[in-house]
Structures are given as structure tokens and as C-alpha cells.
């Protein structure tokens, strides 16, 4: 009863994260029968996003300027640096309200079996970011798995060896778990107990 | 930290069913950090869909030719004719594969409190179709609610007036129920038991 172009967008559809066959057809009829008009902004929205959102010079995270709103901010803290792995993981730390430094988004996490190692998550960027500015003290809040902690030892090492001190998220955030994932009160409270 | 760009793109995809603000930002900064490709490719697949896909001028289902390829297909029995609330139901019903006979797709279901009667969800074109074809039996497997009910009735007592014979699935489906989640297994057995 299908055509390509809707088996297309049904399949396009389920390249989004958390979207399966049935998900991404009901999503695909929906638009079709009750939504055209968003379908089209999507399109729309898609492209735009696509086009304009490029990475901040400073802090790699999405910017749609040369420099994020968040690096320009004089508001902040220039003397820490909070180290993550996503803009994701970044905004989760800004919904906590926990913490009025910068940022520093890595490309990744370091995953030797997938051939990740520190030249490809941004290493040398970073250590030249804290080499030009005023940062006082590295807040590394990677991931609490094998692979974010790997990272951060990495990261750790690097620092000390040209003597900028270092810190790590408190205990607190659940072992195994996605920084993005943990409710807003332990990642304050793991801001606050930072080691 | 976003800004325009993204913060349309994550209000975009919103408008997709089931999607809340965190599932959106989620799929946005997939999109965006590991798949601008798959970005590109959702945003010509809805442009596509929304060009191409139209409905089928003998059913009304979901078709990008004139008349869809279930109405063409020669195996089918054309005695019988399923009506059917939305392209979805039809799919769930196909999936049954208890089911050889040709559909005809409503404009959704009566509502009286939204304003929405016969005339919205295409009885007359229905009445049009049955008319001119060699439809024995009527099917009508509008859901179980009370406005897919209201619906099941108004379709039986024109086609009673019609002299034209009609069933509604059997008991078996949960009534409150939307049939597009109904198990398969429950699906076929309805439509052997049709009344
Ligand atoms: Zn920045
Ligand atoms: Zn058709």
C-alpha cells in the first residue's frame, strides 16, 4: 500500500535516535494526514540547522557565531574550564545551575577499539585553550563509564604535567551512566563536591 | 548556548508524535554531531513525501499514483470492502494478513463537539463507491471508542437503506482501544468473526 517516497521518509525517519519501524510510521502518517505544513518547517528546520549551526572557536560547542554566547558571556567565570563530551552533557550542567564557568566540549570520548584516542576527541585543543587564557582549575566531567573515565585520566595527565590543576565531578553520579541522563539535584550536588 | 537555528530545528521536531522537548533536543544534537548527512536526507524525504505522496482516488489511502496499488491488484476480492478510519488502521489490518478483500480510507471519525459529521469523514463518497462497484459486503472497522462507534453506526444504516450488507469486526478487539495497537494475533481473529 506503500510508495518510495513515503517508504523513504519512513526510513529517514528512523535514522533519529530512539525511533523504531513502528514509531517512525506512525510519525511518517501522521505528518502526511494531519501535518503537512510541519512536515515542510521540519524540511525547513533541518536545512537551516544543517547550514547555520557550526562549532564555537573556543569551546566547540554548537554555535550558529563564531564564538557561543556562552565564551562571550562576562558574566562568567573565566577561571573554570568544565570539560565534557557533548553539547548535550553541557546543557545538562547549565540545567543543574550548579556552575558559572566555561566550557570545553570534547569531540567524543576516548574508545581505543574504535580507534578514538586523545588527537581525535581534541586534546591538543583544549590543552592550548588552557594554555591562553585565565583558567585556574580543569573540571573534567566526563562520562562516569570505562571510556569517559579513561578520557579523563588522559585529560588529568596532560594537565599536570604543565601544572594546571585538575578536578573531577563528585561521586555521587551513578557508576555506568550517561551525564546527560542523571537528574538535575546529584549533578549540583556533584558540582559542589567536586574533587 | 543555542540559538536560532537549533532552537527552530528542536521546535520542529516537537511536532512529531511522542516527541517532548528532551527526545527533540536529543534527536537535534544527534543530528547535528554524528549524522548531518541523515539530517539532510529527513529534510529532502519530508519535502519528497509531502510532493509525492497523495491519496488514492478509489480508496483514499495513502498513494503516489492515481489509484493505489491495492486498488489495482487483480488477486484482490472485490466483493468486500473494508472501511477503514485512517491509512494506519489499514496497515495494522494488512499486517493481520486475515484480509483479501479492498478498502475504502475515512477522513477520520465523527465528532460531533468538534464539528466534525458524515459529511467531513467522506460518506458520500463512500456511498459513491459502493454504488458503482461490485461490493457485496461492507466491513466496517472503524475503532471501538464512542466516536468510532457513532461512526460504525451512521455507515451501517446508509448502506441498510442501500440494501447493501455490512459487518462490523467481531467482539475480541478491546473497546476503548485504538485499533493501530491492537496485536495482530487479535486482529485476524476479529475479522473471521465479523457479524
Ligand atoms: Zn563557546
Ligand atoms: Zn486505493
Known amino acids: 500500500m506503500s510508495g518510495p517516497a513515503l517508504d ?3 526510513e ?3 535514522r533519529l535516535p530512539g525511533v523504531g519501524l ?3 510510521q506512525r ?3 501522521h505528518l502526511l494526514q494531519h501535518d503537512r505544513p510541519g512536515a515542510g518547517e521540519l524540511a525547513q528546520a533541518l ?3 544543517v547550514e547555520r549551526v557550526r ?8 554555535s550558529e557565531s563564531a564564538v557561543c554566547a556562552t565564551c562571550r558571556d562576562p ?19 547549565e540545567r543543574s545551575g550548579g556552575y558559572r564557568g566555561l566550557y570545553f566540549v570534547l569531540m567524543g570520548r576516548l574508545s581505543p577499539l574504535d580507534g578514538i584516542g586523545v588527537r581525535d576527541i581534541g586534546l591538543a585543543q583544549l590543552l592550548q585553550r588552557v594554555g591562553e587564557a585565565s583558567v585556574v582549575e ?3 566531567a566526563t562520562s562516569f563509564t570505562a571510556e569517559g573515565e579513561a578520557t579523563a585520566h588522559a585529560i588529568a595527565e596532560a594537565l599536570r604535567a604543565r601544572g594546571v590543576r585538575s578536578t573531577r565531578l563528585a561521586r555521587g553520579v551513578p557508576v555506568g551512566s550517561e551525564l546527560e541522563h542523571v537528574d538535575l539535584g546529584t549533578l549540583a550536588q556533584a558540582l559542589n563536591d567536586r574533587r
Chains 1, 2 share one sequence.
Open 8 to 10: 523513504g521518509l519512513v
Open 12 to 14: 529517514a525517519l528512523r
Open 22 to 24: 513502528k514509531s517512525a
Open 27 to 29: 510519525m511518517a502518517y
Open 47 to 49: 536545512r537551516a540547522a
Open 55 to 62: 562549532h564555537c572557536e573556543r569551546c566547540h560547542t554548537f
Open 75 to 93: 558574566a562568567r567565570d573565566a577561571s573554570l574550564l568544565c570539560v565534557v563530551e557533548t553539547p548535550a552533557d553541557q546543557l545538562a550542567l
Open 138 to 140: 580543569v573540571v573534567v
